[in-house]
Every structure is written in C-alpha cells, then in structure tokens.
C-alpha cells in the first residue's frame, strides 16, 4: 500500500503563490511510479495538473497551467512539490497527490492511489 500526504493549501488571492507538498510512504511505493498532481474544481471531475516520475524524466502539465505551476521533486524524501504562481480564481479546488503505475498517464481514472487532498482558494 502507498500513502500520500499533501499540504500547503490554503487562500490566496489572485495572483498569488501557494507551494503544495506530497510526502509518499508504503512498502510498495515503486520508483517506476508516475507521480501526479490533480485537482477537483467545486461541481466537476478531478482533472489533471502535471506529472512527474521519480528519478528521471522532465515533468509535464496540462496547457491550462503550463508555464505558472512547476513541479519538482526531492527522491531523498520521497517528496513531490507543485510550485503554483499567478493564480486564478479557475484554479480554485482540492488538489490531489496520486501515483500511478502508468508513469505517461494523464488520465485520473489510471492513478492507483491517492492523497485525501487539500483545498486551494484563489480569491479574486
């Protein structure tokens, strides 16, 4: 079983920065594992963020937050960070840690396990 954490939620103007963080822990936490930020708007589906794979690879995100959020990871820590600037008030929602054994999905039905998540307000 793996286990993620997240925190560094919160309210924030629009504009702002916020920096999440995703600690992961478990027996079975495989370093082949895509690592994957998602995010529930109020009254949608979970969406994808960005992605990461531990060890290698140049992360990837979605056009929407492309060139305001960067992900980044500590392999020593098992960390996996979401660095968020310039919000909007579109980014507002629960935002989610999940890993995946498809590393290249984008796809929330293909992440197999999942953080409880936190909430992000973007206020304008």
């Known amino acids: 079983q793996v286990r993620l954490v997240e925190s560094g939620g919160g309210l924030v103007q629009a504009g702002g920065s916020l920096r999440l963080s995703c600690v992961a822990s478990?027996?079975?936490?495989?370093?082949?594992?895509?690592m994957g930020w998602l995010r529930q708007a109020p009254g949608k589906d979970r969406g994808f963020v960005g992605r990461?794979?531990?060890?290698?690879?140049?992360?990837y995100y979605a056009d929407s937050v492309k060139g305001r959020f960067t992900i980044s990871r500590d392999d020593a820590k098992n960390m996996v960070y979401l660095q968020m600037n310039r919000l909007k008030p579109e980014d507002t929602g629960v935002y989610y840690c999940?890993?995946?054994?498809?590393?290249?999905?984008?796809?929330?039905?293909?992440?197999?396990?999942w953080g409880k998540g936190t909430q992000v307000t973007v206020s304008s």
């Open positions: 478990g027996r079975t936490l495989n370093i082949n594992y895509g």
């Open positions: 999940a890993c995946a054994a498809d590393r290249n999905t984008s796809l929330p039905w293909k992440y197999d396990y």
């Open positions: 990461i794979t531990w060890t290698y690879g140049a992360p």
